[in-house]
């Protein structure tokens, strides 16, 4: 990080032609339980990783917010007071929308983006794009924070967070949920971010892997399927039918014990995708439970579980998120289970430190016996959240 660090600011010189004001990151996340329970207002249990995008600052004498990142070759400038009216007309596009959007967004919060002074923001980042680890929140979040810093604005974490979705949403224009920047802005060394989606409350929970000697090993099968945008938007129709059918609000509103009822209620196929919801919230809430009172080596049954609510009942699991799941847990892992969206993405893997490197090679020999491209496995560790950079 130290290096990165050095050269972003090198960088920052290099395009700006003077020192950067300072230094700031944010990181990806990776989901740990409660999968497609967010717009259900339910809960979630993410964790920030090791993995930062960071971005150099600096203020300058006149209106215009420019932006550059390692990630491409143009700088991308408007004046700031320009903004509302590029994000209404659908003016902030590509990359650039991610940084532009966190500006736009601190102005519908607040800021007065006719009085602020201009900046530069030049960003780099080690966290990959596209593989299920939010390199779109840590973009975000670290934009946030630096602005909010530079700006003087009055604005804690969860507000951040409201930013950095709504720069997502209505600039990006991509309709996703709270959980990665509540990850990414609140995140803690050695700790998850439980987030309940409908109060909006977070409580830090301790995970303990490093105790334990364990670890998390992400597997990003590189599957991208082309109907995942359409899959998400037909599971939660189905989350929202079968909500409507059993006459609550939302499935947060249902507990294991009304799933009897639900049966007798619902066509099969809403009654698994409601079942889904309905025992993945409970699993969350005794994951949390679980960690507290016992540690990370509890949890192994309820992230297998997750699995295969996911495959049978949500269906949005692909044969290689099977196959890595199926390894992971044949080859000694605690617990497994696929995390993010789904149709493609990665899984994770609860596993001994010791035990990694033997997971690595069987999961590439597994996924060449089946004929599937070799995954890219690697380890993440449970790291702070968004901060500005020593
Ligand atoms: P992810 O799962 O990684 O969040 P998204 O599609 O949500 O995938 O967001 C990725 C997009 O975010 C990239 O295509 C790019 O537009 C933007 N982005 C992420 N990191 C950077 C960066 N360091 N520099 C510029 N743009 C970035
Ligand atoms: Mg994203």
């Not at 339910?42 to 150099?56: C, M, Q, Y």
């Not at 969860?158 to 720069?167: H, I, K, N, T």
């Not at 919230?281 to 295969?308: C, E, F, K, W, Y």
Request: hydrophobic share 45%; charged share 25%.
């Amino acid at each position: 990080m130290t290096d990165m660090r050095d050269e972003l600011r090198s960088l920052f010189s290099a395009i700006t032609g003077r020192d950067a004001d300072g230094v700031w990151s944010a990181p990806g996340r990776v989901n740990l339980i409660g999968e497609h329970t967010d717009y259900n207002e339910g809960f979630v249990l993410p964790f920030a990783i090791d993995r930062r995008t960071l971005v150099a600052a600096g203020l300058r004498d006149d209106s215009l917010i420019r932006v550059a990142s390692t990630f491409s070759d143009d700088v991308v400038e408007l004046p700031l007071p320009d903004l509302a009216e590029a994000q209404r007309d659908g003016h902030l596009q590509g990359w650039a929308a991610y940084p532009l959007g966190v500006a736009w967004a601190l102005g519908e919060a607040g800021a007065d983006l006719s009085a602020v002074r201009g900046v530069d923001l030049v960003i780099d980042s080690n966290v990959p794009v596209g593989a299920g680890l939010s390199s779109s929140a840590a973009i975000e979040s670290s934009v946030g924070v630096a602005l909010a810093e530079l700006w003087n604005l009055e604005l804690d974490r969860p507000a951040l967070a409201l930013v950095g979705q709504r720069a997502e949403n209505e600039a990006v224009g991509a309709p996703t949920g709270i959980m990665d920047q509540s990850a990414s802005l609140l995140g803690r060394p050695d700790a998850a971010v439980f987030l309940d989606c409908r109060s909006l409350e977070t409580a830090i929970v301790p995970l303990g892997l490093a105790e334990a000697g364990l670890t998390i090993l992400v597997i990003d099968t590189g599957v991208k399927h082309e109907h995942s945008t359409g899959g998400y938007r037909e599971r939660r129709a189905s989350c929202e039918a079968g909500a409507a059918a059993m006459g609550v609000s939302s499935l947060r509103d249902l507990s294991v014990e009304d799933l009897d009822l639900a049966r007798t209620m619902l066509d099969d196929v809403t009654f698994r995708r409601v079942r889904h919801v309905v025992t993945e919230n409970q699993r969350v809430l005794d994951t949390v439970q679980a960690l507290r009172s016992a540690g990370p080596q509890a949890i192994g049954d309820l992230l297998d579980a997750s699995h295969r609510s996911m495959r049978d009942d949500f269906e949005i699991s692909v044969p290689e998120l099977d196959l890595a799941v199926e390894t992971a847990q044949q080859n000694g892992a605690v617990g497994a289970r696929m995390t993010g969206g789904g149709f493609g993405g990665a899984a994770i893997a609860l596993v001994a430190e010791d035990a990694v490197s033997r997971i690595q090679v069987a999961m590439d020999g597994a996924f060449a016996e089946h004929g599937f491209d070799t995954p890219d496995t690697f380890v993440v560790r449970p790291s702070e959240g968004a901060k500005r950079e020593p």
